[in-house]
């Protein structure tokens, strides 16, 4: 079995500070793990994966989140939020074990303040 | 850059009809996916599809339901007999692999709205 926690439904931050979204997952076999945005009116579209490789893993738009194992953690951060940050954002969780469905955390919506 | 796309983006029924909720995958993937969101809820994975049959499906996905590839470009979702329940946003994915670490590119999804 596997799920996902985000630890928050709403975060704002203003433009040019740090972006930390929170992420913790219960899998019963190694996962891979993912950070879908979803912008609105569009599809999900992947922000960054980690699949057993480097435990830091950068992804697009200045986005990077690190796989912590003892922790069961997988935190979203960007040094400095801009404007087009202003979205929804999805932890989410498979495996092979799983047959490669996805299970979504709650989601967090980031408001990004001028 | 190739997308999935979904038709109708808001599709409004009454309570008891059916409706087919269509999506076109990325051409070259093979394997294609139904997810759906009630409103406040999580995303919640319904069925998967790869060489014309079903692959896995949720608890959710109920006789119901039903999943079609009618055409080489087509990946159809159909609900028989809508109930309240039924409302939801249903999104479609699809994926050149069957690996675990292959990305799912999602469309925009077809929001439902049962009455």
């Known amino acids: 079995a596997q799920s996902v926690t985000q630890l928050d439904s709403h975060v704002s931050v203003s433009e040019g500070t740090p972006v930390l979204l929170r992420c913790n997952y219960s899998?019963?076999?190694?996962?891979?793990l993912f950070w879908y945005v979803q912008h609105p009116n569009k599809g999900l579209q992947l922000l960054l994966k980690?699949?057993?490789?480097?435990?830091l893993v950068k992804g697009i738009n200045g986005f990077e989140a690190e796989f912590k194992k003892s922790e069961t953690s997988f935190h979203l951060t960007k040094p400095s939020a801009h404007m087009s940050d202003a979205a929804e954002y999805f932890c989410?969780?498979?495996?092979?074990?799983?047959?490669?469905?996805?299970?979504f955390g709650g989601g967090t919506r980031v408001l990004v303040k001028p | 850059e190739p997308e999935v796309t979904q038709t109708p983006s808001h599709q409004v029924t009454q309570m008891g009809q059916e409706v087919i909720l269509r999506c076109v995958p990325i051409?070259?993937?093979?394997?294609f996916y139904w997810y759906r969101q009630i409103l406040g809820q999580k995303v919640e994975f319904l069925v998967s599809?790869?060489?014309?049959?079903?692959?896995?499906k949720s608890e959710i996905f109920d006789d119901q339901f039903s999943v079609e590839r009618p055409d080489g470009s087509n990946f159809t979702l159909k609900i028989r007999s809508t109930k309240l329940e039924d409302s939801a946003m249903y999104f479609c994915?699809?994926?050149?692999?069957?690996?675990?670490?292959?990305?799912?590119?999602f469309g925009p999804g077809t929001r439902l709205t049962v009455t």
């Open positions: 899998s019963s076999y190694s996962p891979s």
């Open positions: 051409s070259n993937h093979l394997y």
């Open positions: 599809f790869y060489n014309n049959e079903i692959s896995e």
């Open positions: 994915a699809s994926t050149y692999q069957g690996m675990d670490s292959a990305e799912q590119y």
């Open positions: 989410v969780v498979t495996g092979r074990a799983a047959g490669n469905k996805l299970t």
């Open positions: 980690y699949t057993s490789a480097a435990t």
